[in-house]
């Protein structure tokens, strides 16, 4: 139907009076005229040359920086920036990025400040924007909780190896395993953290047991062990006023000496009456022991070590979490087919007791 119409082979004829040229080009404005129209941008701009050192500032720079032109160029951006190296370590060298909150820090000026940046060349251009000041309350409200939390990360560590110096590898070795495999697990923050506590306080209780039965070379008697059975318990007593932390980090240092099978201590639990912090804990405690040298036993080899935990998995150990913790937080996916099919991993349920 289209048959007629020459749209796309022969151009129309030009209407009376009206040229097919196109018009001319508008001349770029004058240097002044740009610098006006660089000025008035509302946010800091810059240009950084292959060492991140600055070369021109333009817009608002002033008055969001507090620094002159003067002051700031041939300086070093990252002078005045503060910002998470580790979360974004590749600030300013990716072809282009924008990072919502970095704490500028200049003599005259502490504020938050959105940076946008793009590579051009040799040169890297960019923008500083304020945040408004209910973002900037909101960012520094979640710094501080940040710091804090990272705060107690530390004095939970320490008071997981203050009761003998040489628990302390054995503390760190016990607390990453754990919180690998509480990942694995695919719990989420909070709960990888209350984990990550549970596995660094587990033996707290120790400090209440003597050094004579903690120490000795030969097996325990059955007076002794009842002693050693007392761990937990008096673990959980020592941290009775500690009300910030979680109840799953308690349940960890209560129930990691439970066993699958009904048959561990204090409570003799069984099955996912166990929470499963305490779970998550038994599995790294057990294995970091194992390879580790005690007063009463040499460590054993790592083969080996990894043959116990498929053995007891379902007996001693959650068979489920057996299974992800040999083979992804200790890479031996072909050891898999070792397991029963049915110890496949279990979506996460959430820390604590199944009902």
Partial sequence: MFEDLDFFDDPLPPLPGRSLLRPETTPPPPPQLRQLLLDAQPAALFLLDGAGLIREVGGAWEAITGLSAEQACGQALLRWLRYDRVRHPRFLRAEQGVLEEVTLVSPRATRVVRLSWAIRGEYVVGSLEPLAPSA?????????????????DEVVQLLGVSQDAWQAGHVRRIVDLAQRLAVAAGLGPAEVRAVRWGAALHDIGKARVPQAILQKPGPLDPEEFAVIQQHPVWGVSLLADLTFLPVEVLDAIRHHHERWNGTGYPLGLAGQRIPLSARIV????????????????????????????????GRRFDPHLTRLFVCEVLGFTHLADRFPDDCGPVPGRGLGPAT
């Fill in 282 to 313: 038994s599995i790294a405690d057990v294995f970091d022991a194992l390879l580790s040298n005690r007063p009463y036993k040499a460590a054993w080899t790592y083969q080996d070590a990894v043959d116990y935990l498929i053995a007891e998995a």
């Fill in 136 to 152: 900037q309350h909101a960012f520094r409200t979640a710094e501080r909780l940040h710091d804090a939390e990272r705060a107690l």
